[in-house]
């Protein structure tokens, strides 16, 4: 599975954003699709994930009630739509493909490269 993150800018605190990742290869539907950001100099952290059919889903405390993750398996398709926004969110945005739920980033086998999402106060 090949993983191609979009939607990023700079936007004001408040705003919303929605990042999309775009698949391509076979069996994005089997997958557990996660999003994750990295913020300079600090480590990659979870943000949430979805199950394969889009029926459950999970968020890192830091973003829920802001933040929902959808998927549309027709368009091979995983979007993250953020709300209410924070200079604190100001991360590298990567979308990753599990077969396996995880908060941990190295249990995700394939990663998007990363859509840059700057939050201005």
């Known amino acids: 599975v090949q993983l191609q993150a979009s939607g990023g800018g700079l936007v004001q605190a408040g705003d919303s954003l929605r990042l999309s990742c775009a698949a391509s290869?076979?069996?994005?539907?089997?997958?557990?699709m996660g999003w994750f950001r990295q913020a300079p100099g600090k480590e990659r952290e979870f943000v949430s994930h979805?199950?394969?059919?889009?029926?459950?889903?999970y968020y890192a405390d830091s973003v829920k009630g802001r933040f929902t993750i959808s998927r549309d398996n027709a368009k091979n398709t995983v979007y993250l739509q953020m709300s209410s926004l924070k200079p604190e969110d100001t991360a590298v945005y990567f979308c990753?493909?599990?077969?396996?739920?995880?908060?941990?980033?190295?249990?995700?086998?394939?990663w998007g490269q990363g859509t840059l999402v700057t939050v201005s106060s």
């Open positions: 990753a493909a599990s077969s396996s739920y995880s908060f941990v980033p190295s249990v995700y086998h394939y």
């Open positions: 290869g076979r069996a994005f539907s089997s997958y557990i």
């Open positions: 979805i199950s394969q059919g889009g029926g459950r889903t």
